[in-house]
């Protein structure tokens, strides 16, 4: 562990938005490390703040309502949360780069292709075009767009689903990055350019070596792509293991949901939202006093009315819930 | 793209006609007698009846009808009945002033419009953007004829630094244009800025932002374009506009165009050279309208895509 | 039918509290009650104005010309000695009644034929929607100056002219708001029940058109003031000795030299009573309807 070096360390992030009842906190304490050359899961139900942990590592966060109020976010070694706008904007594209869900919106519908796909090169290197649209070709190769030349002059709308998510990967390692964010990338599009984008990130990490947090409420993605698994839950994280231990023997109730509900080969057209768990995600306001994942746990007890820490599982393994402290809580007040 | 223009002339001939109809029946319908009233006391009860059978004015209202749209299109709107003239020549003749007028409006009101409705986005929910908000409104809400008595009572009357009236070179033309301008200006910037704002909620602007795109990058380079679309388009719309302001500001400073004659053709109750005009002016706002639907397609690639699809 | 009650109970419920948001949200727009403070004030000043003014609006006091403002004629007086103020609170009433009275009708025509041409669809939407087009592409002055030249110039006319301008956009308006909530659930069940169309119409499309109509009624409002105004200005609109406010502009721009007060203090009202009328709107459309926002 001395030499461990992770590219990403964040630390006590908290991230709170202010609305017409007081502040909510959308989220709380998130801890977690994204090593070199690893691709880290952060999973969760819509709402459990995985966007919102993306955003503010780009410092995103919608403005004015919203804001990063406490923690730390290292880069490289380098504190970016407390830069201000100019700093984070050097950052932005140039260090950390995301490619979000909607392929289809996501790119500008009146600027060709290749203008978008190169503008980081534009703001960071500051390349003149002709040395930015050679690059783009090269990354169009790079990301398999079939005959790139003649796609660099399209227009988005030209382009199919599967293709403007390549364009937008490759917009966003143009710059050679440290760190890809890629929120649901694959969630628009259907089943075989999935995973057709699938392996492609994951090839890009092999031959590039970039890093990458993937957002996805998909375990099955998890499973086929990630090293690292972060789960969250109502802003917070639940449990964070590395792969095939949280596959092995996964430790939060919610995760052993959310792995009851991965579809199987047949069923994957119906069952896409996780329907196993019942009940909906707490509404961030209203939270309720302790685990908050309790109103819709099978194992809720008495204990489970005060919060959480989160508890060592095995080595690396850690989960937010009263199960595992259970036993060493219970024997000592068994003693006394 | 042709095929479009083609399609979109094609479909505005039903509207036209249709127009000329009502336009056609409301104007023959008028109780007196145009003729008469042309002849005054001159004209014995036989000379008008003569005159009213060279002028076909006892045929059916269908034939007379065919008989105008027929001449129409051949440019032949009549003859003025006060100035016994061809309404084609008298309206050809003050339409440059008219469309002067109305290019010189138009520039005032972007160049008011859409800077402050910019800057009324930008600046979302601040004093800035109500203050820009207020001062649209009361661009809206300021009646054309006021605004211009006003500025005519500042500039021309009190400061003597411009013409009351008439039109005899570029510094007449600069209040009617302040006030026709000025009129639609509120308009344009209250569209820039809902139109800016819904841009910026986009999802490509969050892309933009990702890239590292300062604010006013992600404006220039991304939002803009896509916002001031609709803004153009509006823009050829706002024909229309113009020219019912023209009438008031044609009529104010004493301008000879198409909304002056239209003024005096009703007080002399000059029937085809009314007629005339206002067909004319239709004929403008139809053509606006073309316009900004090709622009839109023009600006639009979306939409370029589609109408070749649909050609 | 108990389960019927069941349900209509939470409508009725859900009604009120609409209402009681919709009051709420327009109260707490600052602008709006100043506008429909100032709208009140105008009423209840134009209706009471014989009470409240010492002033004849119609006697001619030649010795009395184009006086200035004193404590007795607090704007001044006109060319023939009348008292501005007297003037300018008489032409409210024709103001309003011009504001009001063609913007119920053309709401009400638009209405109709929205629906009408929303809901049936076809030869009937095709027809109405052309006719709309028309009635947009004639510049709306030009239009009304026509038929003020047709019909002879007078108050009734007015109303005529300026509800064949308005109609057209309101109808426009209902008819996209018709097409959205013909697909919506109720009115598919409503259809599966057998419910007739013309009931579907005007009893289930009908009402929830209204805070639409209402948010157009209170825009349309300063819109046919101003179209009066002009009107009048251009000699075409209210005849003297009759006096609206566009009248007065125009009556008193032969005097801006030596009683700028004569033309200028009309239009004030007539930008005042817009501004007033606008921000009520926009309040309005807030709190009734925020997806109409911009």
């Not at chain 1, 095995?314 to 068994?334: F, M």
């Not at chain 2, 032949?76 to 003749?93: A, E, F, M, Q, W």
């Not at chain 2, 010189?104 to 402050?116: D, E, K, N, R, T």
């Amino acid at each position: 562990m001395a030499d461990y070096d992770p590219i990403l360390s964040v630390r006590n992030l908290r991230t709170e938005f202010s609305g017409g009842r007081g502040d909510v906190r959308v989220l709380d304490d998130v801890s977690f490390d994204v090593g070199r050359g690893k691709i880290i899961g952060l999973v969760g139900e819509s709402g459990s703040g995985k966007s919102m942990t993306a955003l503010s590592l780009m410092g995103l966060v919608p403005k004015p309502q919203g804001r990063v109020n406490a923690g730390s976010i290292l880069l490289d070694g380098t504190e970016i949360s407390k830069l201000d706008a100019a700093g984070m904007r050097r950052i932005r594209g140039r260090d950390i780069a995301m490619v979000f869900q909607e392929p289809m919106t996501s790119l500008n519908p009146v600027r060709r292709v290749w203008e978008q796909v190169g503008e980081p090169l534009a703001i960071h290197k500051g390349l003149g075009r002709s040395a930015i649209r050679k690059r783009v070709l090269e990354m169009f190769e790079m990301v398999g767009i079939p005959e790139p030349q003649t796609r660099l002059d399209a227009y988005p709308h030209q382009l199919s689903g599967g293709l403007r998510q390549r364009a937008m990967i490759a917009m966003g390692l143009i710059c050679e990055p440290k760190l890809l964010i890629a929120d649901e990338p694959t969630t628009a599009l259907d089943v075989t350019t999935q995973a057709q984008i699938l392996r492609l990130m994951r090839d890009l990490r092999d031959r590039v070596g970039t890093s990458i947090i993937l957002i996805t409420h998909d375990l099955g993605i998890i499973a086929e792509m990630c090293d690292e698994v972060n789960v969250m839950y109502a802003g917070q994280m639940v449990e964070q293991a590395n792969v095939f231990d949280l596959f092995e023997n996964p430790s939060h109730p919610y995760t052993r949901g959310l792995l009851a509900s991965i579809p199987r080969a047949t069923e994957a057209r119906v069952a896409r939202r996780m329907p196993s768990i019942p009940g909906m995600v707490p509404n961030l306001a209203k939270l309720p006093p302790g685990c908050r994942f309790a109103p819709r746990c099978r194992d809720a007890m008495p204990t489970c009315q005060r919060p959480p820490d989160l508890e060592t599982v095995g080595t690396g393994h850690v989960a937010r819930c009263w199960l595992h402290a259970g036993q060493t809580a219970l024997q000592s007040e068994a003693t006394r | 793209m042709l095929m479009f223009a083609l399609r979109r002339i094609l479909v505005s001939i039903p509207v036209l006609i249709g127009i000329t109809l009502i336009l056609f029946i409301m104007l023959n319908v008028v109780p007196g007698d145009p003729i008469a009233l042309m002849m005054k006391e001159h004209g014995s009860p036989e000379v008008i009846e003569r005159v009213r059978a060279q002028m076909h004015l006892d045929d059916p209202l269908i034939t007379r009808y065919l008989r105008f749209l027929w001449d129409a299109l051949h440019g032949d709107l009549g003859t003025s009945i006060k100035l016994n003239r061809p309404v084609t020549d008298l309206i050809l003749k003050a339409f440059p002033n008219t469309l002067m007028l109305a290019v010189c409006a138009a520039l005032v009101s972007w160049l008011i419009g859409i800077p402050i409705g910019i800057l009324s986005a930008v600046r979302r929910d601040t004093f800035l953007d109500r203050f820009c908000m207020g001062f649209s409104l009361l661009g809206v809400s300021m009646p054309i004829f006021w605004s211009a008595l006003l500025l005519q009572y500042v500039f021309a009357m009190k400061l003597k630094l411009l013409p009351v009236s008439g039109f005899y070179g570029w510094r007449y033309m600069v209040l009617p244009a302040l006030v026709l301008g000025w009129s639609s200006a509120g308009v344009i910037s209250r569209l820039t800025r809902s139109s800016l704002l819904e841009v910026m909620r986009l999802d490509y602007i969050r892309t933009a932002r990702a890239k590292g795109l300062g604010e006013a990058g992600v404006i220039t380079r991304h939002a803009l374009k896509n916002a001031l679309i609709p803004v153009v388009t509006i823009m050829a719309i706002q024909v229309a506009g113009l020219l019912s302001g023209a009438v008031i500001t044609e009529a104010i400073f004493s301008i000879p165009g198409v909304g002056r004659i239209t003024v005096n053709a009703i007080s002399s109750r000059d029937m085809p050279l009314l007629q005339g005009a206002v067909l004319f002016a239709t004929v403008l706002v139809i053509l606006g309208n073309l316009v900004a639907d090709i622009l839109y397609s023009v600006l639009d690639p979306r939409i370029r895509a589609q109408m070749k699809k649909e050609a | 039918m108990t389960d019927m009650s069941d349900i209509a109970a939470p409508e009725a419920l859900e009604e009120a509290s609409f209402l009681r948001d919709t009051l709420r949200t327009f109260s707490r727009n600052r602008m709006a009650m100043i506008g429909l403070i100032f709208v009140v004030t105008l009423v209840l000043a134009a209706a009471f104005a014989p009470w409240i003014s010492p002033h004849d609006p119609y006697r001619v006091a030649l010795d009395e010309q184009l006086l200035p403002a004193s404590t007795t004629y607090w704007l001044g007086t006109d060319n023939f000695g009348r008292d501005v103020l007297t003037r300018i609170l008489y032409g409210a009433r024709i103001s309003l009644v011009v504001g009001i009275v063609p913007s119920l009708i053309s709401l009400a025509i638009g209405t109709v034929l929205g629906i009408l041409s929303g809901y049936l669809g076809g030869r009937t939407d095709f027809v109405v929607m052309r006719l709309a087009d028309m009635m947009i592409a004639f510049p709306s002055l030009l239009l009304a100056m026509v038929v003020m030249y047709t019909l002879g110039a007078n108050l009734l006319n007015i109303f005529f002219a300026l509800a064949l301008v308005g109609w057209a956009s309101v109808a426009r308006v209902v008819r996209a708001q018709t097409l959205a909530l013909r697909e919506k659930e109720f009115i598919e069940a409503a259809r599966a029940n057998g419910t007739s169309r013309s009931r579907i119409m005007f009893g289930h499309i009908f009402p929830n058109v209204i805070p639409t109509l209402i948010v157009l009624f209170s825009l349309s409002i300063p819109e046919a003031i101003m179209w009066e105004s002009s009107l009048s200005f251009l000699g075409v609109g209210v005849q003297p000795p009759e006096a609206s406010w566009g009248l007065l502009v125009a009556k008193g721009k032969e005097y801006m030299f030596q009683a700028p007060a004569v033309a200028i203090a009309p239009g004030v009202a007539i930008l005042l009573t817009v501004m007033a009328f606008n921000f009520i709107g926009d309040g309005l459309r807030d709190a009734l309807d925020p997806s109409m926002k911009d």
